[in-house]
């Protein structure tokens, strides 16, 4: 079974300029997460989708970040524009269900460096 | 918002030795997970823990989840190099009028294990 795919693996760029991330989830999994990995941190969850609805967006900043998973599979990360504290590890997981018991399986994450 | 304090945040110990992690909160959970994760690579989910009191063995790997559901702990025996990671907890919430649960982090504990 493929795992969760992210890409690009790593990404440079400048302040006030834009960036977005992708994700392709594991199959048959309603529920996709964006996840800001800050090093040294725990993950902090930015945004969740139950197939292509919100149903937490409560810690993403709206001002700067979008997310967006048309026809519930893929879904796009998108930062316009790009401060410096942004600078972290964007970890994409899926999970089948929205349970506590059930298991988010994450993908390796981009690495941002803003400069 | 809700916070998970790990302790210690980082242990550096010689193989063979024992040690407890611990993940505390003023909040109660629905259920509790810890995640081991690898650099560059996403978190892996090691266990699930539901009910209050509950323990869980993983050959060397023993998880607690607290009586009031508020913490959890993590505790290696005979440490080996290859325990050598990030190790997250996780604490489940509901999302009110949806009906799916949340993860909110720990702040993480990166052990160390030297031969």
């Known amino acids: 079974e493929a795992g969760v795919a992210q890409s690009p693996r790593y990404k440079i760029i400048e302040k006030r300029q834009s960036v977005a991330f992708w994700c392709n989830p594991i199959?048959?999994?309603?529920?996709l997460y964006w996840y800001q990995q800050i090093l040294g941190q725990g993950p902090k969850l930015l945004i969740q989708?139950?197939?292509?609805?919100?149903?937490?967006d409560s810690q993403l900043p709206k001002d700067r970040f979008s997310a967006e998973r048309l026809k519930g599979v893929d879904s796009t990360l998108k930062i316009q524009p790009a401060k410096l504290e942004d600078s972290a590890v964007y970890l994409c997981?899926?999970?089948?269900?929205?349970?506590?018991?059930?298991?988010?399986?994450f993908g390796p994450g981009t690495r941002l460096t803003v400069l | 918002t809700q916070l998970l304090e790990q302790s210690p945040q980082f242990l550096s110990i010689q193989e063979g030795e024992n040690l407890t992690v611990y993940c505390n909160s003023s909040?109660?959970?629905?259920?509790l997970q810890w995640y081991r994760q690898e650099p560059g690579e996403g978190p892996v989910l090691l266990v699930t823990?539901?009910?209050?009191?509950e323990v869980k063995k993983l050959k060397r790997l023993t998880f607690q989840f607290g009586d009031a559901r508020k913490d959890s702990s993590l505790h290696i025996t005979a440490a080996q190099p290859g325990d050598t990671g990030l190790y997250l907890c996780?604490?489940?919430?509901?999302?009110?009028?949806?009906?799916?649960?949340?993860?909110?982090f720990g702040t993480g504990t990166r052990l160390t294990i030297i031969p």
């Open positions: 823990v539901v009910t209050g009191g």
């Open positions: 996780a604490g489940a919430s509901y999302i009110s009028n949806f009906g799916n649960e949340k993860l909110t």
């Open positions: 997981a899926s999970s089948f269900l929205a349970e506590g018991t059930d298991t988010q399986y």
């Open positions: 989708f139950q197939n292509n609805g919100v149903v937490d």
């Open positions: 199959s048959g999994h309603a529920t």
């Open positions: 909040s109660v959970f629905s259920s």
